[in-house]
């Protein structure tokens, strides 16, 4: 299944009100129609969580199946930015995140950018950066490539801690 957003999920991200969790709202921003259930795993524990979730989305009028699925293309092999051996810490992840938001979002789309900063402001763990982190990629493989995205996502691979523990 390849899931897109509806009225009603564009209504709830650019509408004043806040009536999904920010797992529930990352999920919708990723839907653009070209998706399936892998990607939007990373948002969960687990792969059956991720389907009902994306069920439970459906059942509520967010998200529907498009007519027809797109076609697949390879992505080309991932590309280290630089080579950052520093310290990992959830300070350094979301600073570099909100400077990803700031360069890639903010004229683009001021609404994204927005909602990314909130998100950004609000989270305090490794999932919650995660998931914040999935999201962002997910709009930056959209507008800029693939390969820019895989360059990000290996950069936050670094700079995340291993565990919980804020350094």
Not at 120 to 136: F, K, P, Q, V
């Amino acid at each position: 299944m390849f899931p897109t957003k509806t009225d009603k999920a564009r209504d709830e991200l650019h509408g004043g009100r806040r009536t999904l969790s920010q797992r529930e709202r990352a999920l919708l921003l990723m839907a653009d129609g070209r998706r399936t259930l892998s990607d939007f795993s990373s948002l969960f524990s687990n792969r059956d969580e991720a389907a009902q979730a994306i069920e439970a989305l459906v059942q509520r009028g967010y998200l529907q199946a498009p007519e027809a699925p797109p076609v697949a293309v390879p992505l080309p092999p991932a590309n280290a930015a630089d080579t950052f051996d520093g310290k990992r810490s959830l300070a350094t992840t979301r600073m570099f995140l909100f400077d990803i938001c700031e360069r890639m979002f903010v004229r683009r789309d001021p609404a994204l950018a927005q909602q990314i900063r909130d998100a950004l402001r609000e989270a305090r763990d490794r999932e919650s950066m995660l998931e914040i982190a999935a999201l962002m990629l997910a709009e930056v493989e959209k507008s800029a490539g693939a390969e820019r995205a895989d360059s990000l996502r290996e950069r936050i691979d670094r700079l995340l801690p291993l565990t919980d523990i804020v350094h």
